[in-house]
């Protein structure tokens, strides 16, 4: 009785029978299922929203898709480069729009890694951060600089100290 299905919700989730005894039924390994937990995971969701997508707990979800929580890295590599492939095949048959929309995404998927190596380069070479209150000395000490205040503020760094 409980393997009876009485269609889909809203969402595209089955709906079953109200369950005559304790508990959740058990949670079943199925296809659809598979393919949305890699799909949220290719977005770039964490495995708490992956569940809550599916329906189920995070523990559930690393109990019957850990292969697919495994690939979580990689998926939206792997999404990317399996629809290269679907639009290759489809260029490969003659298919002339095909042919652009795998060039336009190609160049596409070039420019945002392009973008990606600058970015990792300038982040290279920003400056130190420096906290609130050594900005706030550094900043005393530059207007105070060659001003009768200067010998209140204090000492600068590496300067000796008069006895």
């Known amino acids: 009785m409980a393997d009876v299905e ?10 079953l029978p109200p369950q005559e005894g304790r508990g959740r039924p058990e949670h079943r390994w199925c296809l659809e299922s598979s393919n949305r937990v890699l799909l949220a995971f290719a977005r770039g969701l964490s495995q708490a929203e ?6 189920i707990d995070a523990k559930t979800l690393r109990k019957h898709y850990s292969r697919e929580c495994a690939m979580r890295a990689t998926a939206a590599l792997r999404l990317e480069m399996r629809q290269l492939e679907r639009l290759n095949k489809q260029a490969e048959a003659g298919n002339v ?10 160049e596409k998927l070039r420019m945002r890694d392009q973008a990606k ?3 990792a380069r300038d ?11 050594v900005a706030r000395k550094m900043a005393a000490r ?9 010998d209140l503020i204090g000492p600068k760094a590496g300067a000796a100290q008069p006895h």
């Open 97 to 106: 729009g095909a042919e652009r929309a795998l060039a336009d995404r190609i």
């Open 50 to 55: 992956a569940a809550a997508l599916i329906g």
């Open 6 to 15: 009485l269609g889909l919700d809203l969402f595209g989730q089955p709906v």
């Open 117 to 119: 190596k600058v970015g």
């Open 142 to 150: 530059v207007a105070a600089a060659a001003t009768p205040w200067d």
């Open 123 to 133: 982040r290279r070479k920003a400056e130190p951060v420096v906290g609130k209150k």
